[in-house]
């Protein structure tokens, strides 16, 4: 019997080390000195004007594109052709030079910062307080873009990418947004039924046609809409269960995704890794409950409850699964909760570890000369057990593929069950841990040696595959001995079996 654990709030660290602070700065009427007249700084005067700062130029030989600049916005840019003094930086809030003589360099971030400037001196980190990053520009939506100085050209490249993504409609929708905030207030006045308004909106702002001239009537479509939806619940939240996939962020469903970013609670197991965690909403709560096989875990009596009692209390909660829910995750049991109670529930599938396992060893689990079926089994039951209620006899269907859910206990004794039921005792066997991490291993091997004991990797989930389907897969030689250790109180029974085995072949 397994040690039961209680569902436990997790506050687990959630952002990584960052080596600078992103942060968005109003400059709007502020004072900018910038000295220097390169075409390197004059990008950084049309950023900074473009930000809103009054920009004086300091530079004995400004650069055609600097002149033309000032030129172009004389309200904004002011250019003197001179070097720079102390005097120069008096009520400045904002201090840019480009400067190659590091003792020069130096005084000047020393007497900026004096006088209460923040300074960025180019291509010299060592004496600035801030970096420029790679902008994409969707005003008022801005994306800021930063390599620490690593890789300038990857930020570009980053960039690129995002404003191929981001339409160029975009700002527009976020302008429209921002004039309609008060509004929305007054609308709807609960912050779960905001949120579903946003998440409506941020739908049209990616997908939409709609006109520049009809945003506003949109918007308020929207509100009206939701409004109506949340006096129709009664404040009630909802549960949706969403497959986490095996393991690999990557492998994460784009609504998946959107249901992380929209969760008061997430009620995650074990499985889940925290690359996983990190795509969620960094203010929704996360309370871990421990299900894994073998383990102490949560009664799922409790998680039931935990799940029913959060969204009768208005919450909207993500029950976070580990591969599909809809494969050996009980996930059945927590649906029927949920209605009973007269919760709303919707399941978001994910990518199941047998999937994921073929993908990794590039092959299929069908085949239309070796598997015309598919078959997944789970191999223990409620109390570790290899269930009584298997239909052994087909399983052991050398035309099908069968893949085995929680089976490193009780391997052996199946498979010695489906040799004497016939299956060939050399159909192929791979065996994989932690399907689709980083430290993911397999173990090419057959049913006659699985029975044997072949050993299997003993670390992290487990997904074994039997067919000739999965022969495909193995580039190594199978192994006899296999590479993995078994642990001590399974030997005897590895023993036993291998015994039995031989008695069953040689009869």
């Known amino acids: 019997m397994n040690a039961s654990l209680r569902p436990e709030d997790r506050r687990p660290a959630r952002l990584g080390a960052l080596p600078k602070l992103p942060v968005f700065f109003d400059l709007a009427g502020r004072s900018i000195l910038v000295v220097g007249g390169s075409d390197g700084i004059a990008w950084k005067v049309e950023l900074l004007a473009s930000a809103g700062g009054t920009v004086r130029i300091l530079a004995k030989d400004p650069s055609p594109e600097l002149l033309a600049l000032v030129r172009n916005d004389p309200e904004r840019l002011t250019l003197t052709r001179r070097g720079w003094c102390g005097a120069d930086l008096q009520g400045v809030s904002v201090a840019v030079a480009d400067i190659d003589n590091q003792q020069e360099a130096q005084l000047f971030a020393d007497i900026a910062r004096r006088r209460g400037a923040l300074v960025n001196v180019v291509d010299q980190p060592a004496f600035c307080d801030f970096q420029f990053g790679t902008i994409v520009n969707r005003a008022p939506v801005i994306v800021s873009i930063s390599t620490d100085g690593a890789a300038p050209i990857l930020g570009q490249a980053i960039r690129r990418r995002i404003e ?8 527009v929708w976020a302008q429209a947004a921002k004039d309609f905030r008060d509004n929305l207030r007054d609308l709807v006045p609960t912050r ?3 949120r579903r308004f946003w998440e409506q909106f941020v739908d049209a702002a990616f997908a939409s046609r709609t006109h520049e001239r009809d945003l506003n009537a949109t918007l308020d479509q929207f ?8 006096l129709a619940r009664r404040a009630l939240g909802e ?3 969403v497959g986490a996939g095996p393991g690999d962020p990557e492998l994460v469903t784009l609504k998946a995704m959107r249901e992380l970013q929209a969760a008061d609670v997430i009620v995650y197991d074990r499985l889940v890794t925290p690359a996983i ?4 909403r960094r203010e929704a709560r996360r309370i871990h409950v421990g299900k894994e096989g073998h383990g102490a875990s949560c009664r799922q009596e409790d998680i039931n409850a935990l799940i029913v009692d959060l969204a009768l ?5 993500v029950r976070l699964k580990g591969g599909d829910p809809a494969i050996f995750g009980r996930t059945g049991e927590e649906v029927a909760a949920c209605r009973e109670a007269g919760v709303p529930v919707r399941i978001v599938p994910g990518i199941t570890t047998a999937s994921a396992a073929a993908a990794s060893l590039n092959t299929s689990l069908t085949h239309r000369d070796h598997a015309q079926r598919v078959q997944f089994i789970t191999a223990h039951d409620r109390h570790g057990d ?3 209620n298997l239909n052994i006899g087909a399983l052991a269907d050398p035309q099908a593929t069968t893949v085995i859910y929680m089976g490193r206990r009780t391997a052996a004794k199946l498979a010695m069950r489906l040799i004497e039921s016939g299956l ?4 192929p066997v791979v065996a994989i841990s932690n399907v689709s991490r980083d430290d993911q291993q397999s173990s090419h091997t057959t049913i006659k040696n699985v029975a044997h004991g072949a050993l299997l990797p003993e670390v992290g989930p487990l997904i074994i595959a039997i067919g000739a389907s999965v022969s495909a897969a193995n580039e190594s030689p199978i192994q006899q001995d296999g590479a993995f250790n078994v642990p001590n109180e399974e030997r005897q029974l590895v023993a036993e079996n291998q015994q039995a085995v031989s008695a069953l072949l040689d009869h």
Request: net charge neutral; charged share 20%.
């Open 164 to 171: 191929a993504v981001l339409p160029s409609s975009l700002g």
């Open 386 to 388: 290899l269930p009584e």
């Open 223 to 230: 509100a009206h809409k939701v409004r109506g939806e949340a």
């Open 192 to 194: 779960q039924g905001r």
């Open 239 to 241: 549960v949706v269960i």
């Open 424 to 427: 060939p005792p050399d159909t």
């Open 313 to 317: 209390a208005g919450q909207r909660v």
């Open 277 to 280: 965690l990190e795509l969620a």
